[in-house]
Structures are given as C-alpha cells and as structure tokens.
C-alpha cells in the first residue's frame, strides 16, 4: 500500500482547540505564540533596530506563550 492510516482511538488530545492548517490540526496555543513572536519581532526590530535584541525578547516571549498557554487549555 501507498497510504498509511493513522488510527485516532484513544487520543487523549481534543480538536476542540485547533485550527486546521492545510489539514494539520495545529493547537490554538501553538498558533497565538507563532503569532504573538512575530509580531512582537517587528514591533521591538522598529524601536531598537536592533536584530539581535527582536529576535532575542521574541523568541523568549514566543517560548514563555507556548508553554504558559499549553498549560491552560490542558486544564481546560
């Protein structure tokens, strides 16, 4: 055979909170930190022109989203 099936029995995880991205379920916490990062990126590259530093506060605030936000829908 040419395709594979994935079986979704027993997934813990719910689609309630995704976004179907050229049919990749993508978790909306994933989706707010990718964003938040880029805009926080061109907003702080404005102010500073300053790469380092907009790559540096994006990236940090991009990884303290994800997982603050991860945290927050497993609870729900």
Not at 7 to 36: H, M, Q
Not at 42 to 66: E, F, G, P
């Amino acid at each position: 055979m040419t395709t594979a099936e994935i079986s979704t029995r027993g997934s813990r995880r719910t689609t309630d909170n995704c976004v179907d991205i050229a049919g990749t379920p993508w978790p909306l916490y994933k989706i707010e930190a990718v964003i938040l990062g880029l805009i926080l990126f061109v907003v702080i590259l404005a102010v500073t022109t300053s790469m380092q530093v907009a790559v540096l506060t994006a990236a940090s605030v991009a990884v303290i989203t994800w997982w603050v936000r991860r945290f927050h829908y497993s609870r729900l």
